[in-house]
């Protein structure tokens, strides 16, 4: 169990969600017995008498029932529908980016169903090198004051930010690419595996002028695919711009091979190529990138090789990851791999 800080304001309401989350934690059913109030006093740091403000509410919600000198029972395992620990998460600013929005709102979703409460905190900055706690408005004093039992971070964070929640006790479950540096534990997609992958997937598809598409010089040296050329390009608009620098070159000299980890890149940069050449269009090199399954992408070529990602699966590991060690279990390394899945060779 987490323990909470006696000085919190509100301990109460600390104390009822920790007996929810201890429910939840041993599964136990309607009729199943509460430790005594001596375990709970040492599993929660918090005095017998917060403790039985708490389950004074949960006994008026319908949580627990409380028998005179016999103990305190559950009579709604589900928690009445009330929440158990607190999580906080931590994302980069999502306009522009569905993945990253859908990411986040799965995650969201996946916390209430485990009964959690999801506190949000969006990155003030768009920088990409590991962030600070005070870039998130908000989550710093949250960390500082425990009003969060874990993170789970969309965005690398600094070492100092790490060692920041180490020092109050709140676990830190990061979520990203497999280049970027897990500095407590986290999920990662291999995005290095798939670039890997789709390098020999065009070659044997019989391309011979690979480049690769990036959103930085920086992620282009981290997720090099060997003497493959680089294209920088952000967003939708940065991948418009390449497709005109690429029908600007000469006809023998285009690449005829390209690999994208970023969809909204690839459609920008289809839509350009498309529309500058209609009605015959007469450029369309072979694209490996890798789609969404809940967000359903379609692109107006059949030259592709499509690599599939779940979302919601990735976003449950990563729940299910953090929640299980804030629970004391042993997490499995430092990192658990999502692979993509070939899903279509053109």
């Not at 990411?103 to 916390?111: D, E, H, M, S, Y």
């Not at 000469?250 to 459609?267: A, L, Y």
Request: hydrophobic share 40%; net charge neutral; proline share 4%.
């Amino acid at each position: 169990m987490t323990q909470f800080h006696k000085t919190l304001p509100r301990k109460v309401e600390f104390a009822r969600d920790a007996l929810v989350t201890l429910i939840h934690d041993r599964k136990m059913n309607s009729g199943d017995r509460l430790p005594a109030y001596s375990v709970l006093r040492e599993d929660l740091g918090l005095g017998s008498q917060t403790i039985a403000g708490a389950v004074n509410l949960l006994s008026e919600a319908g949580v627990l029932e409380v028998r005179d000198k016999v103990g305190i029972f559950v009579k709604d395992p589900d928690g009445g529908l009330l929440t158990g620990r607190t999580i906080a998460v931590a994302v980069r600013p999502i306009e522009g980016s569905a993945y990253g929005a859908t990411l986040c709102a799965f995650i969201q979703k996946i916390l209430s169903e485990r009964n959690c409460r999801c506190l949000t905190f969006f990155r003030s900055s768009q920088k990409t090198a590991g962030a600070e706690l005070s870039e998130f408005p908000g989550l710093e004093q949250a960390v500082l004051e425990h009003r969060c039992d874990g993170v789970i971070t969309l965005c690398p964070f600094s070492p100092r930010a790490v060692d920041a929640m180490k020092k109050q006790g709140i676990r830190c479950c990061f979520v990203g690419d497999d280049d970027l540096e897990v500095l407590d534990f986290g999920v990662v997609i291999e995005v290095g595996r798939f670039i890997g992958s789709a390098v020999r997937g065009l070659r044997k598809a019989g391309c011979r002028r690979i480049i690769q598409f990036a959103v930085s010089e920086d992620q282009l040296r981290s997720r090099s695919a060997g003497n493959v050329p680089g294209m920088i390009g952000v967003s939708y608009e940065g991948g418009a711009a390449i497709a005109g620098k690429l029908l600007a070159m000469k006809p023998d000299e285009r690449p005829d091979g390209i690999i994208s980890d970023d969809d909204i890149v690839v459609s920008g940069f289809l839509a350009q190529l498309f529309s500058s050449q209609l009605p015959d269009v007469r450029y369309l090199p072979m694209i490996a990138t890798i789609i969404h399954r809940e967000l359903g992408e379609r692109y107006p070529s059949d030259r592709m090789l499509l690599y599939e990602q779940s979302i919601g699966e990735y976003a449950g590991l990563a729940v299910d990851l953090l929640l299980a060690a804030l629970r004391g279990k042993e997490v499995p390394g430092s990192r658990i791999v999502y692979r993509f899945r070939p899903v279509m060779k053109a």
